[in-house]
């Protein structure tokens, strides 16, 4: 038996088999749940529906999170799929146009800042909204943050902003959906190469800089993901709302000077590759 037999997941944000999304769509599907997808776009539509049919997964659907009309309608479609009844939803959804992720944050523009915002931030909001009306014996809702949001991180910029938005709201749907016994968290993983982050200038330096400055002296995959996802999706994570619970190798309790420092030494200190 699976810890999630019998459990209902609406995961979005499905992009291809390097998104997070998939890695925890990996782990609560082998541990027993029944899943629904949703993905952005059409263009990803061919990316998708083999992931999907991999798993035997017969719920994909497009939606567009900035028409409430089109997530009114994947949620109807969900309702009758899943007999009425949503355990679990997975918001991995954000993007930030690249002209506002290069050069500097004061350089962001108003429409910009708007589009980071509504799609990775105010989408949470509406999702969750939906979702509390399917949770109807509780639940978990789960989304994905980055250290950017704490931290500066070069070219991160406006989506910075936007995860420490997305971090604060999840505290705020924490304490508002506590009394229908709906736990909401946020994932922050250490970076990890996927679709969107391909689109950070610099992400290559970031990846490797990470793989040396962290404590364990690795990145993480999207199965670190999915398996943490699976935990708090579990009883083992019943008393766990409002949290950033940070799966990164440890990189984020570094001061960044102390650690750049020596991971450089332990770099230098290594026998050249032959």
Request: aromatic fraction near 8%; charge should be negative; hydrophobic fraction near 45%.
């Amino acid at each position: 038996m699976g810890v999630l037999d019998g459990k209902n997941v609406l995961i979005f944000g499905v992009a291809n088999k390097n998104s997070i999304a998939w890695g925890i769509t990996q782990a609560l599907h082998d541990a027993g749940a029944k899943i629904g997808l949703s993905y952005a776009g059409g263009v990803l539509k061919k990316r998708v529906m083999p992931l999907a049919e991999s798993l035997n997964i017969d719920f994909v659907e497009e939606c567009d999170v900035l028409d409430d009309a089109a997530i009114d309608r994947v949620f109807e479609k969900a309702k009758a799929y899943f007999g009425g009844r949503l355990d679990v939803m997975v918001h991995a959804v954000a993007f930030a146009t690249r002209e506002d992720l290069e050069g500097k944050f004061s350089n962001t523009s108003r429409a910009g800042f708007g589009t980071a915002m509504n799609v990775s931030v105010y989408s949470l909001v509406a999702l969750a909204q939906r979702a509390r009306a399917l949770m109807t014996e509780g639940g978990t809702i789960l989304t994905l943050t980055y250290y950017g949001s704490e931290k500066v991180m070069p070219h991160y910029n406006v989506m910075g902003v936007a995860k420490a938005a997305l971090e604060a709201s999840t505290r705020y749907l924490a304490y508002d959906l506590g009394a229908h016994n709906i736990r909401v968290n946020a994932i922050s993983p250490g970076p990890i190469k996927t679709l969107s982050a391909a689109g950070i200038p610099g992400f290559r330096d970031m990846l490797r800089f990470s793989e040396m400055a962290s404590p364990l002296g690795a990145n993480v995959t999207i199965e670190d993901v999915g398996a943490m996802a699976l935990w708090l999706c579990s009883d083992a994570g019943k008393m766990i709302t409002g949290q950033t619970l940070y799966i990164d190798g440890g990189y984020s309790i570094m001061g960044l000077p102390l650690g750049a420092l020596e991971a450089l030494e332990k770099k230098q200190d290594e026998p050249p590759k032959e």
